[in-house]
């Protein structure tokens, strides 16, 4: 890339979350392969961060790459109104067996965000064909579930800034976020706030929406699977729909291959994403229980109200289906393991350093949490001179490599983070 690409970059291209007049440096990538991108002057770097969760077998992999070349042959894209393909099947086939068994009628979407519209409408039209129609959502505080109106509705009101859309946006209900950890001892009044919310609103609320064990781009706080069994039982008991948002936590990630295994409950629908097609096209998937569908199916309505355009491109289903073949193989498990075990002797004695506040640890996601946040231009340009790709936000530098990491490779990951964080010139006080 030219200098001339980058100007051009930088003044005609929106990046995420960053200014239009002020933006953040963009780093230009031509290659990645393994666990390594290539910048364009031709230095490597290793990468901490699966490009946000979903390049967990690493990039440029030969089955994921031959999987997408032999589809293109067949076809690239078809509509899925009154046609199907032996991609879509195929992978749906999969899906279906991998998740918790009452899952078993699946939607394909184009992204994450768009998983969790759909989880939502179905929700919304279960009820409507209920003949009770209800509205609302009961979440967290600190969640995220993605950027278009609906799911920002439930992510976090301050994070992502709901003032912003005051009488746009539909008013959820936000409990409390967990503060009971992933290892802590189980509080029974941590969950005090919640049941009392949905208590005081059992009748308007149609589902409850959380991302299991792990909230992700809301802080990356890990907490106790009680939450979500209690949560299961609750939901139960007043006929309440629990909605599963994986796209983050979802293929193995947390060490299971779904967080909600950690509880072992079954939410009654699901939303998966990112890692589905290991990391390569976008894709999302979104699975109900065959009452949710049938409900839907036998309302007003007939069917359920949504069909995008791109719905089960074949070319990522194709690669999709490969990716969770690979998963089946299972060495994943082994990987996350070696993966949390280095992270934990790595980043551990992090804890005792002046600039942090917490390290946690969870599968293959390490996170060192800062007292003051980063400032993001200088740490991410230290950490390019490291020869390491890590993306730090906020007060939270974490890692997230692709589970075929090496461990010279996460060596150098945890020391770059471990240098960073013993110079206090790259946070604001
Ligand atoms: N839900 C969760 C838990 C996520 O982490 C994300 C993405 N960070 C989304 C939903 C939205 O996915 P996408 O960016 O693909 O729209």
Same mark, same amino acid.
């Given at each position: ?63 994921? +790459? ?166 299961? =039982? ?56 065959? +009452? ?21 491109? !074949? ?44 390290? =946690? ?40 490599? !692709? ?19 013993? +110079? ?6």
């Amino acid at each position: 890339m030219t200098p001339a690409d980058l100007t051009f970059d930088r003044r005609h291209i929106w990046h995420p979350y960053t200014s239009m007049t002020q933006p953040l440096p963009a780093y230009p990538i031509v290659s990645a392969a393994g666990c390594e991108l290539k910048l364009a002057d031709g230095r490597p770097l290793v990468d901490g961060m699966s490009s946000w969760w979903a390049a967990i077998h690493g990039y440029s992999h030969p089955r994921l +790459n031959e999987a997408m070349k032999s589809q293109i042959d067949q076809m690239s894209h078809v509509m899925f109104g009154g046609i199907t393909h032996p991609a879509a099947v195929a992978l749906c086939r999969r899906l279906v067996a991998m998740t918790p068994e009452p899952l078993e009628c699946v939607f394909l979407a184009d992204s994450g965000s768009v998983a969790v519209e759909v989880a939502m409408k179905m929700a919304l039209q279960y009820w409507h064909a209920k003949g009770e129609p209800r509205q609302r959502f009961l979440t967290f505080r600190h969640g995220y579930h993605g950027d278009t109106f609906g799911a920002m509705s439930v992510c976090d009101p301050d994070n992502s800034m709901h003032s912003l859309w005051q009488g746009y946006l539909p008013e959820h209900l936000f409990a409390p976020a967990p503060q009971c950890g992933f290892d802590d001892e189980w509080d029974e009044m941590d969950i005090v706030p919640f049941a009392r919310l949905m208590a005081a609103h059992r009748q308007e609320i149609a589902a409850v929406i959380l991302e299991p064990v792990v909230q992700g781009a809301g802080g990356m706080r890990f907490y106790h699977p009680e939450w979500l069994r209690r949560i299961r =039982r609750m939901c139960d008991r007043e006929g309440i729909l629990l909605i599963a948002d994986e796209i983050a936590t979802g293929f193995g990630r947390t060490g299971k291959l779904f967080a909600c295994d950690h509880a072992g409950i079954a939410p009654d629908i699901m939303c998966l994403g990112k890692a589905l097609t290991g990391g390569t096209m976008t894709l999302s998937a979104t699975l109900a229980t065959r +009452n949710v569908a049938e409900t839907i199916s036998d309302g007003e309505a007939g069917c359920f109200m949504h069909g995008p355009t791109f719905m089960g491109n !074949p070319l990522a289903c194709a690669v999709a289906c490969e990716s969770l073949a690979l998963l089946e193989e299972g060495g994943w498990q082994q990987q996350v393991k070696a993966i949390e075990q280095q992270l934990l002797t790595g980043l551990g004695p992090l804890k005792d350093c002046e600039q942090v506040a917490d390290v =946690r640890v969870l599968g293959a996601i390490g996170v060192v949490e800062t007292h003051y946040p980063v400032d993001m231009a200088a740490l991410q340009a230290f950490f390019v001179e490291q020869g390491v790709w890590v993306r730090p936000f906020g007060r939270l530098i974490y890692l997230m490599p !692709p589970y075929i990491i090496s461990r010279d490779q996460l060596a150098k990951l945890i020391a770059a983070v471990t240098k960073a964080v013993a +110079n206090p010139a790259f946070f604001r006080r």
